[in-house]
């Protein structure tokens, strides 16, 4: 397995240089937190499948198209009748060691278990044999889904952002407690999340 760069350099060195191809990562945020900054970074730093299953796609181009890193980055409307076909299709067209981003895996969630374990399935294979990465962009909150515990079962990696407001600061902290093929974070990890994604250096003040 290679160390694929997440494109955010504090992680990359935290993992020793990325994270092992064929790796399903899910991605899960409080939905009003800036989550979204991730995953551009990571749809950035290679050829991407932006697989979009809520906001339309014109956003999510717009989103997308601040630099020439952009160009790279294929977004796909999942929006409609049949999302799973539409997901799969992308990671087929996927390019070696290129990303696919699910935005969000909410909506597959909530369909039956059984196609969406299935779904699951074939993504990894299809993931696997590109030498690539899948993102699954799991917000929380809502409705209670069973189907969010087999979203983490077969993630190879869980980033779990958690948001707090303490006092007059925002806190954005990034716990890593499952990470197939390599070291998961002994300690959260705080980021400065604004335009941008970096290490918060700031103190805590208790």
């Known amino acids: ?13 935290e993992f020793g240089g990325g994270i092992p191809s064929g ?4 991605l899960e945020a409080d939905p009003a937190s800036q989550s979204e900054l991730i995953l551009d970074r990571l749809a950035r730093v290679r050829e991407c499948r932006y697989v979009t299953t809520v906001r339309s796609a014109d956003a999510v181009e ?3 198209t601040l630099d020439d890193e952009a160009d790279e980055t294929v977004v796909e409307d999942a929006t409609g009748d049949d999302p799973f076909a539409t997901a799969l299709d ?3 067209e996927l390019s070696e060691r290129g990303t696919i981003v699910v935005d969000s895996v909410g909506p597959l969630e909530s369909d039956d278990g059984a196609e969406y374990g299935a779904f699951l399935g074939d993504l990894r294979r299809r ?17 209670a889904d069973r189907n969010r515990v087999v979203t983490e079962q077969i993630a190879d990696v869980v980033f779990d952002l958690r948001t707090a407001v303490t006092g007059t600061e925002i806190v954005n902290r990034l716990v890593v407690p499952k990470f197939r093929g390599g070291a998961a974070l002994e300690e ?5 999340l604004t335009d941008s994604v970096s290490v918060d250096t700031s103190r805590d003040i208790a």
Do not use: Q, Y
């Open 1 to 13: 397995m290679e160390a694929l760069p997440t494109g955010i350099s504090v992680l990359d060195r």
């Open 127 to 143: 993931v696997d044999d590109a030498d690539g990465l899948a993102v699954l962009h799991a917000l929380k909150g809502g409705a």
């Open 23 to 26: 790796s399903v990562v899910a």
């Open 188 to 192: 959260p990890l705080k980021l400065k």
């Open 62 to 64: 717009a989103s997308l």
């Open 90 to 92: 992308a990671a087929a």
